[in-house]
């Protein structure tokens, strides 16, 4: 890593179409924007979307519980509110979420790419190519397979507080290991799918490849020329030294001030960094 490279960083971080035949139900007003459900076989998603612009998709953050409710709730700031003045905002319960709307199979061989497919598809639905993204806690590792799946669609991505991998996640009481009580949830909202099963699905998910972002390699992270833009965090599913070390590696990346959450007054400057990084990647 050349020294201009970590001057960069440095300043950066102290300065601020589908298989089968998609359906679309309509559904009474979100909370955050217009809601509708896109299906595509057996999978339902709920998505939302609100104002209008250059499509920017949103990940809310929540682990295998994500919902769109993440941006009213636990996240730092609501991102459909504050971007849809300048962006087509756009979000989506996650498949199987027991507290949303999103339902699906669970596929228990290709966890990751059984996402991927619903949020590339969800884009495909609503006619988008090229589009933004922006993702936290688990929209981490997911942008990451996005970047890896379709490296000429997104144009931009924004990696807030992402999850990564700790040697202390091998041991099942460590609070990091956010996905111990998905399967349970879900089975009792879903008496037709089985423990086993979701147990397989965890286990290939976080425990196949437990090294680094779970869903593609430093050597990828080193090559990808997505521009990025990363906020790191410090909690056991968050770790500090995984979003910097993709910050480094990565050729494309801006890094946010640390610690970008706390105090409360940090987090307007964050967002501005945002805005500013959204903005100059944003094609006219």
């Given at each position: 890593m050349g020294?201009?490279?970590?001057?960069?960083?440095?300043?950066?971080?102290?300065?601020?179409a589908t298989a089968a035949v998609p359906r679309v139900f309509a559904q009474p007003a979100g909370k955050l924007g217009t809601g509708k459900f896109y299906e595509k076989g057996s999978v339902r998603i709920y998505y939302e979307e609100a104002g209008s612009g250059f499509p920017?998709?949103?990940?809310?953050?929540?682990?295998?519980?994500s919902t769109?409710?993440?941006?009213?709730?636990?996240?730092?700031?609501?991102?459909?509110e504050e971007f849809k003045a300048?962006?087509?905002?756009?979000?989506?319960?996650l498949r199987n979420a027991p507290s949303g709307q999103s339902t699906g199979p669970v596929e228990p061989d290709r966890p990751w790419d059984s996402y991927a497919d619903d949020q590339l598809g969800l884009m495909d639905h609503l006619g988008i190519d090229?589009?933004?993204?922006?993702?936290?806690?688990?929209?981490?590792?997911?942008?990451?397979?996005?970047?890896?799946?379709?490296?000429?669609?997104?144009?931009?991505?924004?990696?807030?507080?992402?999850?990564?991998?700790?040697?202390?996640?091998?041991?099942?009481?460590?609070?990091?290991?956010?996905?111990?009580t998905w399967g349970p949830a879900l089975i009792a909202k879903r008496p037709e799918i089985t423990l086993p099963v979701t147990d397989k699905f965890v286990t290939t998910m976080f425990g196949a490849n437990p090294d680094f972002v779970f869903t593609v390699t430093r050597d990828f992270v080193r090559n990808c020329q997505t521009p990025?833009?990363?906020?790191?965090?410090?909690?056991p599913a968050h770790p500090y030294a995984v979003a910097m070390e993709c910050a480094m590696?990565?050729?494309?990346?801006?890094?946010?001030?640390?610690?970008?959450?706390?105090?409360?007054?940090?987090i307007p400057?964050?967002?501005?960094?945002?805005?500013?990084?959204?903005?100059?990647?944003?094609?006219?």
């Open positions: 020294s201009t490279r970590r001057t960069i960083l440095a300043a950066g971080a102290a300065a601020a920017l998709l949103l990940l809310p953050g929540g682990g295998l519980n769109i409710s993440f941006f009213t709730g636990n996240s730092p700031f609501n991102a459909m300048e962006y087509r905002a756009i979000a989506a319960d090229k589009f933004m993204v922006m993702g936290f806690c688990i929209g981490g590792p997911f942008i990451w397979n996005l970047l890896k799946r379709a490296p000429n669609r997104i144009v931009a991505a924004v990696l807030a507080q992402p999850v990564g991998w700790r040697p202390e996640m091998r041991d099942p009481a460590y609070p990091g290991v956010f996905w111990k990025v833009l990363i906020l790191p965090d410090e909690i590696l990565a050729p494309k990346a801006e890094v946010s001030i640390f610690p970008w959450k706390e105090p409360n007054e940090r400057l964050a967002v501005r960094q945002i805005h500013s990084f959204l903005k100059a990647h944003r094609p006219v």
